[in-house]
């Protein structure tokens, strides 16, 4: 186990040192300029070329990369070029509200998906099912900001139960919640049918409806706690799911997170925060998926470790 552990963490170390090759290529090739976005559309060329000598534009890729990763190893994730801030202050202070609406999102999706996945098994092959698993597929092929879009108008503006954006309280969390754990929600119910019909027809199962328990007790105490096992395991996972939606959900509400700041860095271009908020975007998904490794095989047994 411990070497299976080290060659993750290399294996992790590598990922990201590879993210951030690839993102800083992409951004040196991006043909907007970040200094005239800093001087302003009046500025004189010697401004902004003064400019990008303050900001080490001018010097060769090697040079820039370089630069950026012996500051990155000293913990030191540049300064904003338009809002003069340290990007480890910036991100620290969105990352609270990503993690609230994250850990919402979740609870959201294990509750509407383990409680559809559930309902589906037991109503197998009947119309319950079909309609349910027809639910998942369009939960899991929607795009989030239609979904979002579509949340705000029905419950925001036509009901006005919800507020149509802003942070701050119980209101304001639900559906952007709602909008980033619908396509979970999706693969949850779906992953939580397949494996309750798997248990449905093992051996303890038939063992305790012949001992006489009643059918509740067996669902209850046997059935689910043995088909939520694998599942519990892939909620790390969904780490990855939700940093790739929360830029869109977040805009969409106006939720103050780190997605709204990479949204806001893109507009502007500004490379130091969106190389920031990559890098922990990064480091959440490879962290949670060596979680998912780590903790799958002490859940579930018949999932081994090579």
Do not use: C
């Not at 860095?265 to 780590?294: E, F, H, K, Y």
């Amino acid at each position: 186990m411990q070497a299976y552990l080290v060659r993750r963490l290399m294996e992790s170390a590598l990922i990201l040192l590879g993210i951030t090759l690839v993102t800083f290529i992409l951004l040196y090739l991006v043909p907007a300029d970040p200094a005239r976005q800093i001087a302003g559309r009046s500025a004189t060329a010697e401004t902004v070329q003064n400019i990008r000598d303050q900001l080490g534009l001018n010097d060769p890729f090697v040079v820039q990369y370089w630069n950026y990763l012996t500051a990155l190893f000293q913990g030191d994730m540049g300064r904003s070029y338009l809002q003069r801030a340290e990007v480890s202050e910036l991100i620290a202070a969105r990352l609270p509200a990503s993690l609230l609406l994250m850990v919402a999102a979740i609870v959201t999706e294990l509750v509407f998906g383990l409680t559809i996945g559930i309902v589906a098994a037991l109503r197998r092959n009947k119309p319950a099912d079909h309609g349910l698993m027809i639910f998942s597929f369009v939960s899991i092929s929607a795009p989030q900001f239609v979904i979002g879009i579509l949340l705000l108008y029905v419950f925001a503006v036509k009901l006005g139960w919800f507020p149509i954006g802003g942070y701050g309280t119980f209101g304001h969390v639900v559906l952007p919640a709602v909008t980033l754990g619908f396509l979970g929600a999706g693969w949850y119910s779906r992953m939580m049918r397949s494996s309750m019909i798997d248990v449905l027809g093992q051996d303890f199962v038939r063992t305790a409806r012949a001992k006489g328990l009643g059918k509740a007790r067996i669902i209850l105490r046997h059935v689910i706690p043995n088909s939520i096992l694998p599942i519990i395991a892939m909620i790390g996972i969904d780490i990855g799911l939700f940093m790739s939606g929360i830029v869109v959900v977040e805009s969409v509400f106006g939720w103050p997170g780190i997605g709204q700041l990479a949204w806001q860095a893109i507009q502007r271009v500004d490379i130091p925060v969106i190389m920031g908020v990559t890098m922990v975007s990064a480091t959440a998904i490879v962290l949670g998926n060596l979680l998912a490794d780590l903790v799958a095989p002490a859940i579930d047994p018949r999932i081994k470790t090579k």
